[in-house]
């Protein structure tokens, strides 16, 4: 599978802990988006990247979350003092998007489920 | 803010027969609408899309709609098979944001052999 892949694909930890997600995107896309999905709901965004700058952030993005992609390529999320409201499938996507072709497709990870207890 | 909503959350067929699922939109600035198919413990997969320049698109068995003036959209599958059966989303693009995806809440559909 040459698409998006996330790491750890599941991880469990204490409340309280800090954890930290990776995401490579396609290699030829400069947009970056990190989104979290719990049972029965669709995503929600959280913030997204263009090359490595981070353009937007939810408003459900608390200051225990921070979004990184530091060279244009991977991204990490890291969430700090996790709660047990945490806990969701933090799923990562990627796009290309130049100004003639304008919005292109969002291609999904296979996301990394998140338990906190 | 942006919102979109889905209807119905399940939804039952049977095979051969024909799915419709509804979406409306709260920001009548958007014009992208994409519609994705989840199966259980994978990725979200965009199965299909459309853009506000457009009513109607279709490819194959699906089809989607569009009705800008009452702002919504549907997803439309014939002759479903047993390997449709999935979670679908429909979504809408914020116009305020160049790139947030805003997601209805989900229509898991079962196709009964």
């Known amino acids: 599978d040459t698409g998006v892949s996330q790491d750890p694909r599941h991880k469990i930890t204490k409340r309280g802990q800090n954890v930290t997600f990776r995401c490579d995107p396609i290699?030829?896309?400069?947009?970056l988006y990190w989104y979290r999905q719990t049972l029965g709901q669709g995503p929600e965004f959280l913030t997204y990247f263009q090359n490595e700058a981070q353009l937007e952030k939810s408003r459900l993005l608390s200051d225990r979350f921070s979004a990184e992609r530091p060279k244009g390529s991977f991204s990490t999320l890291e969430i700090q003092r996790t709660e047990q409201g945490d806990s969701a499938m933090y799923l990562c996507a990627s796009s290309s998007f130049f100004e003639r072709s304008g919005y292109n497709e969002q291609f999904f990870g296979p996301g990394t489920r998140l338990t906190v207890l | 803010g942006e919102n979109v909503e889905q209807h119905p959350s399940t939804l039952s067929v049977q095979e051969g027969d024909s799915a419709v699922i509804k979406c409306t939109y709260s920001d009548s600035a958007s014009n992208y609408f994409p519609w994705y198919k989840q199966e259980l413990g994978k990725r979200p997969q965009l199965i299909i899309d459309?853009?506000?320049?457009?009513g109607e698109k279709k490819d194959q068995r699906i089809a989607v709609t569009l009705n800008k003036t009452a702002k919504h959209f549907s997803l439309h599958i014939t002759e479903t098979q047993p390997e449709d059966s999935a979670v679908y989303f429909c979504a809408a693009r914020a116009y305020s944001s160049a790139s947030k995806i805003i997601f209805g809440s989900g229509t898991r559909l079962s196709i009964r052999p």
């Open positions: 290699s030829e896309h400069n947009r």
């Open positions: 459309i853009r506000s320049n457009v």
